[in-house]
């Protein structure tokens, strides 16, 4: 992309929702954004997050999500500029979409500090806010945020509940009553074939639970080899699944993207290895 002002790169970028597949060049703009990472982003951030236009807003809390993150710098630069900027978005803003890119943004940058704001959200009407607040949390090692991923892993909206059970799962390493059983109810989710069933179906296994071994059984007797399922088979370990894993080998062993981990799971099952 030949552009190199910064306004310009703000008036592209303005255009990243245009594209469902997220593939037009609003969001290799805002990529650039966040690779210049200079005081003038920052700057420009700053303002159209006090715009009276929500989709400046919005384009604002993108800004500052990941304003110079890189491998090296995971943090990012102005740091704190971010985290209060941020904070006061959380706070004091009313729009669904603002509110729903801060949570989102603040996500990628693993400060405990956002936390009571996320908590405040937790409640809103709008699923697309409940989401950003799970996925503002987690990987936060935190009473607060593992209570509220519990609570929101029930939630009435599908995407939130994949996403809070995902992260309660598979992002963090805590092990509690509460966490289990969160994920027990999962599986009797009303829409059994979807992520947060199988996310409880991963969670359990890797804390060992007794429990999930007829559901593990019954996906890959279903033929529903997933990448969950598998890491949940490596995990359990269980020999009692080999029979039906070489089944599985057998009759769909060829459709790698349906079934990648299979070859994973027969050896931890043979108590063997791959590598």
């Known amino acids: 992309m030949d552009i190199h002002s910064i306004q310009e790169l703000i ?12 593939s037009n060049p609003g969001w290799d703009a805002l990529r650039i954004l966040h690779t210049q990472a200079s005081q003038e982003v920052l700057d420009t951030a700053r303002k159209l997050a006090h715009s009276g236009d929500s989709a400046d807003r919005t384009l604002a809390a993108d800004i500052l999500a990941q304003l110079g993150h890189t491998i090296e710098q995971p943090k990012g630069v102005f740091f704190e500029e971010r985290v209060t900027l941020l904070i006061e978005m959380l706070e004091k803003d009313k729009d669904e979409s603002v509110l729903s890119a801060a ?7 693993d400060d405990i500090r956002f936390i009571p704001t996320l908590l405040a959200l937790k ?11 799970a996925f503002g949390l987690v ?19 599908a995407h939130v509940r994949d996403w809070a059970t995902f992260g309660l799962g598979q992002q963090s390493d805590r092990d509690t009553p509460d966490i289990r059983n969160a994920f027990v109810r999962r599986l009797e989710d009303p829409d059994e074939h979807g992520a947060a069933y199988e996310e ?7 804390r060992h639970d007794a429990r999930v071994f007829d559901f593990v059984l ?20 269980d020999p009692r699944l080999l029979p039906d894993l070489l089944r599985l080998k057998v009759e769909h062993g060829n459709e790698y993207k349906s079934y990648e981990g299979l070859e994973e799971a027969i050896a931890a099952c043979q108590g063997s290895s791959l590598e």
């Open 11 to 22: 008036q592209v970028a303005r255009t990243r929702y245009d594209d469902d597949e997220g």
């Open 103 to 109: 949570a989102v943004g603040v996500g990628h940058m």
């Open 123 to 133: 409640n809103h009407a709008s699923e697309n806010v409940r989401f950003g607040v």
């Open 139 to 157: 990987g936060l090692d935190d009473d607060r945020a593992i209570d509220t991923l519990i609570k929101l892993s029930a939630d009435k909206d």
């Open 200 to 206: 409880a179906i991963a969670g359990l296994a890797k």
């Open 218 to 237: 019954k996906a890959i007797q279903e033929n529903q080899g997933s990448k969950c399922v598998f890491e949940a088979v490596i995990d359990l370990a």
